[in-house]
């Protein structure tokens, strides 16, 4: 005859075996639905990819405008303090030498160089090449000569340093502009549009017995 504590752990074991077996199922099925993640597996999936490529593109045309507007701005500055320094050499050098230096404006080419008045024309220093960004589309002298050839302009420099009033329009990537050197200074004027360099230049042109 069992005891009642026997009876009472035979009892325990049956309700026992049910919750057991039900765990068991939920288990397997769980690892069924989602089966563990191999280790070895370490790639991204296709959805990754294609996320990480439309966020770089976005990135990378919300940043292109700024920054190519940044380098232009830079390129054109470098470009016309160029054209500035070249002037000043020229004034320099002629007032150095005590003799009459000429500036040679090549604008197909983008040139521009330093000879003396020689018949040989000998080259003073480096013949210079324009920034890309800053190309010279038209040469104007005031006052305006028949023989001045835009396409090879020659702008003398007497040995005091003083030159005839010259304007070169500078095309650059996002303006046009006008730069101004005063023949007698050499000091640089910027103009945006055409109309305000000819009013300077006519008054530049006119005769001293027609100034007020």
Same mark, same amino acid.
């Given at each position: ?101 000429? $500036?040679?404006?090549?604008? *197909?080419? =983008?040139?521009?160089?330093?000879? @003396? &008045?020689? +018949? !040989? ?57 006008? $730069?101004?050197?005063?023949? *007698?200074? =050499?000091?640089?004027?910027?103009? @945006? &549009?055409? +109309? !305000? ?16």
């Amino acid at each position: 005859m069992l005891t009642t504590e026997t009876q009472r752990h035979r009892a325990v074991k049956r309700q026992r075996i049910p919750l057991n077996s039900k765990c068991f199922s939920l288990c397997l099925c769980v690892s069924v639905v989602h089966p563990p993640r191999s280790i070895h597996s370490k790639g991204f999936t296709l959805f990754e990819l294609i996320a990480v490529i439309l966020l770089l593109a976005v990135f990378a045309a919300a940043v292109r405008g700024p920054v190519v507007d940044m380098v232009n701005r830079i390129n054109t500055r470098n470009g016309i303090e160029q054209i500035k320094t070249i002037d000043r050499m020229l004034r320099m050098e002629a007032r150095r030498s005590g003799n009459v230096i000429q $500036l040679h404006i090549d604008p *197909l080419e =983008g040139v521009m160089m330093r000879t @003396d &008045s020689s +018949d !040989e024309q000998k080259v003073i220093g480096q013949a210079v090449q324009l920034n890309d960004s800053c190309r010279i589309e038209r040469i104007r002298l005031a006052p305006q000569t028949d023989d001045f050839d835009e396409l090879n302009a020659v702008i003398n420099c007497s040995p005091d340093g003083a030159t005839p009033s010259y304007a070169l329009e500078i095309q650059t990537p996002t303006q046009t502009t006008w $730069l101004l050197f005063a023949g *007698l200074t =050499g000091q640089c004027y910027q103009f @945006d &549009s055409e +109309d !305000e360099l000819a009013s300077v230049l006519d008054e530049i042109s006119r005769p001293w017995s027609e100034l007020d």
